[in-house]
């Protein structure tokens, strides 16, 4: 009888797991059809958003994280600069030179993947990423001044750094993700780049 009992208490206990697992891939699906939805109606604020969301969260990780931390209380300051120039600059702009290598490499064409990837890393990243350090050192409070000899400081050991992390990652990017989830593919990817970057400043 007892057996019984616990033989029907494991067949409940299974089944209720397998409703948790089932309601937690329902809402994972919701989720994914909510951002569908927003994507084809607001592309751009989209991806605004969740690049400024995840710049903001790498950023807060690193400071989590980082011994040189202040004390364990977040610098606010580092994180709106982060989140801002993401949400206003990388979203939009990723959108759009996404795009536009849809037309001046098209998939169909010989070495596309490699052309797109050579594109990015060569003419986007270099002047990015010094533009990047430049306005999120103003962001924080640093004179002119300040800000570019931070960008002199770190501006070549993070763009080798970032044509390492990044090149493979845009290439499959670009050979395997459908142009509209582009930009969150390289959100997913900056989060940990992000992290390194707020190591860097």
């Known amino acids: 009888m007892s057996a019984d009992r616990e033989r029907r208490g494991q067949s409940s206990g299974g089944r209720s797991r397998d409703r948790r697992r089932d309601d937690d891939d329902n809402a994972l699906a919701k989720i994914f059809t909510v951002y569908r939805f927003a994507l084809r109606t607001n592309p751009i ?3 605004s958003l969740t690049s400024g969301v995840v710049a903001a969260l790498g950023n807060i990780s690193a400071q989590m994280i ?10 606010w300051s580092h994180v ?7 949400a206003v600059v990388t979203g939009p702009m990723t959108h759009y030179l996404y795009q536009l290598m849809e037309n001046i490499a098209p998939r169909n064409t010989k070495y596309s993947a490699l052309s797109r990837v050579a594109i990015d890393r060569l003419l986007f990243a270099p002047p990015y990423l010094l533009v990047f ?11 002119v001044s300040q800000a570019v ?3 002199r400081l ?9 044509w390492k992390v990044w ?3 845009q290439y499959v990017n670009f ?3 459908p142009l509209q989830y582009r930009v969150l593919f390289a959100n997913l990817i900056s989060f940990v780049w992000n992290v390194y970057l707020a190591f860097r400043r």
């Not at 980082?66 to 610098?75: D, E, K």
């Not at 709106?80 to 993401?86: E, H, K």
Request: charged share 10%.
């Open 45 to 47: 604020l989209v991806k």
């Open 149 to 151: 000899e931070r960008v």
């Open 133 to 143: 350090f430049f306005v999120t050192s103003i962001l924080e409070g640093m004179s």
């Open 80 to 86: 709106m600069s982060f989140g801002a120039f993401n």
């Open 66 to 75: 980082s011994p040189q931390g202040a004390g364990g209380r977040i610098a």
């Open 175 to 177: 050979c395997y993700v």
């Open 154 to 162: 770190v501006f070549w050991t993070a763009l080798k750094m970032n």
């Open 167 to 169: 090149t493979l990652a």
